[in-house]
């Protein structure tokens, strides 16, 4: 047999078009290679553009459902409205009147409602020496007050954070004691021989040092409390800001209720001391104590302090005092305004729960500070 005839390659499409320019004239190259430049510059355009159009998978999922739905055809003009005159608009007609709504009535205050029933208040005093004493004061998660001494190492710290946390504070303020050369009260105390404005002066300064406090009550004072001419001149004080006086009835013979009520000021006083005994059982007994009173009386005050064994009762009671059928509140949701006595914007709350129970005074023998 013959060889097979070799076939013949076909030139490449890029050398068969420089073959067809070779054979035309220049006027139909420029025209080409103008026609090539310009497709190639609508291609560049287009092409980007279809890449981002949104495809309808991606219209469908970014329309609002709302928007996706079919709208319902339009209503057609009756023959009588598209016969009508357009000359003016018609007025729109009113819709038909119904009876007036009767008038809500408003919600009776929540404060009210989560406080009804006997209600008892825990204050713990002498706060500001460690801030650990706040910190485990805290992690009990039992509603508490606590009264902060001015110009002690962690008062600053402590004032900062009860703030922080919502936590209502009083100003535990230094008063002078019964004892001749007894205990230092602290920092800013106010003594008997001063005269009204230095006392008054006084109790700016330490008000100054614990912002947000709702309240004053005595540390020590038992010779203080007694003075009716210092309690006046802190009475106006404590008027003057707006709060309300938490007597700790450090002695029997304290002035503090009585020089309130002279200046319509706000107040009320202790029920229990809960650890004038550190003894743990003593201080079961008292926290019971102030559960009972509370129940008896409609609302009761009792005071503690920061030492370890009643940190360490609370937290063992602390199932036992919040199913006794006791409310525990803040001790502000127990004040009173007396008759004539100014508005106390801090203690709303308190204002909201009505004609409740007036504190009791306090019985038994008091601590002498």
Do not use: C, Y
């Not at 205050?109 to 008892?120: I, K, S």
Request: hydrophobic letters at 45%.
């Amino acid at each position: 047999m013959g060889a097979r005839p070799r076939r013949r390659r076909r030139a490449a499409p890029k050398r068969r078009v420089l073959r067809w320019l070779r054979r035309q004239d220049l006027l139909t190259r420029v025209l080409a290679v103008a026609v090539l430049a310009l497709s190639v510059l609508v291609v560049a355009l287009i092409v980007p553009r279809l890449n981002d159009a949104p495809r309808p998978a991606q219209i469908a999922r970014d329309t609002p459902a709302a928007e996706r739905a079919p709208k319902p055809p339009a209503r057609r003009a009756s023959p009588v409205q598209a016969q009508a005159p357009r000359t003016h608009r018609q007025a729109p007609v009113p819709p038909p009147r119904s009876a007036p709504a009767a008038p809500r009535e408003a919600p009776a205050p929540a404060v009210a409602d989560r406080f009804a029933g006997p209600r008892a208040a825990i204050v713990i005093d002498d706060l500001g020496q460690s801030f650990s004493h706040f910190e485990q004061l805290v992690g009990l998660d039992i509603p508490l007050s606590i009264a902060v001494i001015p110009g002690l190492p962690a008062s600053a710290r402590t004032v900062r954070e009860a703030s922080g946390r919502g936590i209502e504070m009083l100003l535990h303020q230094p008063m002078e004691p019964r004892e001749e050369g007894g205990k230092n009260p602290g920092e800013g105390v106010l003594l008997t021989s001063m005269t009204p404005e230095v006392t008054r002066e006084r109790l700016r300064a330490s008000l100054a040092a614990v912002p947000g406090a709702v309240g004053v009550n005595n540390h020590m004072g038992s010779r203080f409390t007694e003075d009716a001419a210092g309690m006046e001149a802190l009475m106006a004080g404590i008027r003057e800001h707006g709060l309300f006086w938490l007597d700790s009835r450090t002695t029997a013979g304290t002035r503090g209720v009585e020089a309130a009520r002279a200046a319509g000021v706000p107040a009320l006083e202790r029920d229990v001391f809960i650890d004038a005994d550190v003894n743990p059982d003593a201080i079961r007994r008292q926290l019971r104590k102030l559960v009972k009173r509370a129940r008896a009386h409609g609302a009761a005050v009792g005071i503690g302090h920061p030492h370890p064994e009643t940190i360490a009762v609370l937290r063992e009671m602390r199932a036992e005092l919040l199913a006794s059928g006791v409310t525990l509140v803040p001790v502000s949701a127990l004040v009173r305004s007396s008759p004539g006595s100014v508005p106390v914007a801090r203690i709303a709350a308190a204002q909201a729960t009505g004609e409740g129970a007036a504190v009791p005074a306090a019985a038994g023998r008091p601590a002498t500070r």
